[in-house]
């Protein structure tokens, strides 16, 4: 019996995913366990494994095309067995993932049809088109009534939006390649280029929290002297060697064990507080900031967190990080030290209460206990809270407690 393929859920922003590439010829047969299709979530790409026998009967969404979650985007089935074209779009619960596929229930064992080319509506109705070539042609001008769509039911594809484009015209009446750069006048040329999904997903939550988020900063100033000499000493014994980012997040995964608002969340008028502590670390990716999760990060060692730290930073920067591993963060660590910032300001990710944001480590002159001003290496921390659930006490005892355990590091040798 046929059975729906949905698009799943992978993440708690996720709206929609765009299908990459199918790994299996529409009518071609598939074996359990072999890829069957690739598709690009607002945080990472991933390829699924089939969980069938049989052949892939339909492909409702083709490459280059996006889906909501819980939308039917394939049907597997017995080999041979005819699907009938629905009516609209077919979905199945939104909670459903790959592997929780219900009947089609309307699969009809009729005589298969060959595939039509058919034009989209002209005036009165909304042409049929997928929201990536919705969003392409209006980047790149082209006028979606003037395409013939070789989708399913005739839907205007990337590939149609494209082909338009490389034909040299823009479904307008612009002779001119609507890919070619615009005149900017006396900025000269002007290039534009389109955001990726998780370019999209970015600049949406930014703009959300921004919006949405009554945030306030705390700032302070952290004798490093300590955990600098007992980095020097883990160096001999300790493989790999902990990073000062490493130190940093298991003093906030400490503090936040001690403060357990810092660690929650404001969700529709209510507090969240979790029980479990996961530390997100931003690392830069390939034109995007992506936030892989540390779990657990109060009960782990320096040396695990090291560990896990550099593990996940090479899957960012190679492109292997899974969804899974972008998920379920509960307070985040932004660290730009590395490019000798001193200091900067975080926004906070919504819904999480609060963002550390960490500047250079570098010698700086301080007041020593006698009065005398000495150079230390020193790191200067911003936490960003969410004032509908963080006051100014809550963030900072907070922000102390991190700068005793950082000032104090043998403590995190044994939380």
Same mark, same amino acid.
């Given at each position: 019996?046929?059975?729906?393929?949905?698009?799943?859920?992978?993440?708690?922003?996720?709206?929609?995913?765009?299908?990459?590439?199918? +790994?299996?010829?529409?009518?071609?047969?598939?074996?359990?366990?072999?890829?069957?299709?690739?598709?690009?979530?607002? =945080?990472?790409? &991933?390829?699924?494994?089939?969980?069938?026998?049989?052949?892939?009967? =339909?492909?409702?969404?083709?490459?280059?095309?996006?889906?909501?979650?819980?939308?039917?985007?394939?049907?597997?089935?017995? $080999?041979?067995?005819?699907?009938?074209?629905?009516?609209?779009?077919?979905?199945?619960?939104?909670?459903?993932?790959?592997?929780?596929?219900?009947?089609?229930?309307?699969?009809?064992? &009729?005589? $298969?049809?060959?595939?039509?080319?058919?034009?989209?509506?002209?005036?009165?109705?909304?042409?049929?088109?997928?929201?990536?070539?919705?969003?392409?042609?209006?980047?790149?001008?082209?006028?979606?009534?003037?395409?013939?769509?070789?989708?399913?039911?005739?839907?205007?594809?990337?590939?149609? &939006?494209?082909?338009?484009?490389?034909?040299g015209h823009n479904g307008a009446g612009d002779d001119r390649p /609507?890919?070619?750069?615009?005149?900017?006048?006396?900025?000269?040329? &002007?290039?534009?280029?389109?955001?990726?999904?998780?370019?999209?997903?970015?600049? #949406?939550?930014?703009?959300?929290?921004?919006?949405?988020?009554?945030?306030f900063e705390l700032r302070a100033e952290v004798d490093m002297s300590?955990?600098?000499?007992?980095?020097?000493?883990?160096?001999?014994?300790?493989?790999?060697?902990?990073?000062?980012?490493? +130190?940093?997040? =298991?003093? /906030?995964?400490?503090?936040?064990?001690?403060?357990?608002?810092?660690?929650?969340?404001?969700?529709?008028?209510? +507090?969240?507080?979790?029980?479990?502590?996961?530390?997100?670390?931003?690392? /830069?990716?390939?034109? $995007?900031?992506?936030?892989?999760?540390? +779990?657990? $990060?109060?009960?782990r060692s320096l040396r695990e967190i090291a560990g896990s730290s550099?593990?996940?930073?090479?899957?960012?920067?190679?492109?292997?990080?899974?969804?899974?591993?972008?998920?379920?963060?509960?307070?985040?660590?932004?660290?730009?030290?590395?490019?000798?910032?001193?200091?900067?300001?975080?926004?906070?990710?919504?819904?999480?209460?609060?963002?550390?944001?960490?500047? /250079?480590?570098?010698?700086?002159?301080?007041?020593?206990?006698?009065?005398?001003?000495?150079?230390?290496?020193?790191?200067?921390?911003?936490?960003?809270?969410?004032?509908?659930?963080?006051?100014?006490?809550?963030?900072?005892?907070?922000?102390? #407690?991190?700068?005793?355990?950082?000032?104090?590091?043998?403590?995190?040798?044994?939380?």
């Open positions: 019996m046929a059975v729906d393929i949905v698009m799943p859920r992978l993440s708690d922003s996720m709206e929609e995913g765009t299908v990459l590439q199918w +790994f299996v010829a529409e009518g071609a047969p598939v074996a359990e366990g072999e890829p069957l299709v690739e598709v690009e979530t607002d =945080k990472a790409s &991933v390829t699924y494994e089939s969980e069938h026998d049989g052949a892939l009967l =339909k492909i409702l969404t083709g490459p280059g095309e996006s889906a909501a979650v819980g939308a039917v985007i394939a049907v597997v089935g017995d $080999a041979g067995e005819s699907v009938s074209e629905p009516d609209g779009e077919r979905h199945a619960p939104a909670s459903a993932g790959m592997g929780e596929r219900a009947p089609t229930g309307a699969a009809e064992r &009729v005589p $298969a049809e060959p595939a039509q080319t058919v034009p989209p509506p002209r005036t009165g109705t909304r042409v049929k088109a997928s929201p990536l070539a919705r969003r392409i042609a209006g980047d790149l001008g082209v006028d979606l009534t003037a395409l013939v769509g070789s989708g399913p039911q005739g839907r205007i594809i990337r590939a149609d &939006v494209e082909r338009s484009v490389a034909d /609507a890919a070619e750069p615009a005149d900017g006048g006396a900025k000269g040329q &002007v290039h534009r280029e389109r955001l990726s999904r998780l370019q999209q997903t970015i600049a #949406r939550r930014m703009a959300e929290s921004r919006a949405t988020v009554p945030d300590a955990a600098v000499a007992l980095r020097g000493q883990l160096r001999e014994v300790s493989d790999p060697v902990p990073s000062y980012n490493d +130190f940093l997040v =298991k003093a /906030a995964a400490l503090a936040l064990r001690e403060f357990p608002r810092v660690n929650g969340a404001f969700r529709e008028g209510e +507090f969240e507080r979790y029980s479990r502590v996961n530390v997100g670390i931003a690392v /830069a990716g390939e034109d $995007a900031l992506v936030v892989p999760t540390i +779990f657990d $990060a109060d009960r550099r593990e996940l930073a090479a899957k960012v920067r190679d492109g292997s990080i899974t969804p899974a591993e972008l998920a379920g963060s509960t307070f985040s660590v932004s660290n730009l030290g590395m490019f000798g910032v001193d200091s900067f300001s975080a926004v906070v990710n919504p819904p999480q209460a609060a963002i550390l944001a960490v500047g /250079a480590l570098k010698p700086r002159p301080i007041v020593d206990d006698t009065g005398a001003i000495v150079a230390r290496p020193t790191v200067q921390l911003t936490l960003a809270c969410d004032h509908r659930i963080l006051y100014g006490a809550d963030g900072a005892r907070f922000l102390v #407690r991190v700068r005793e355990l950082l000032e104090s590091p043998v403590s995190l040798l044994l939380g």
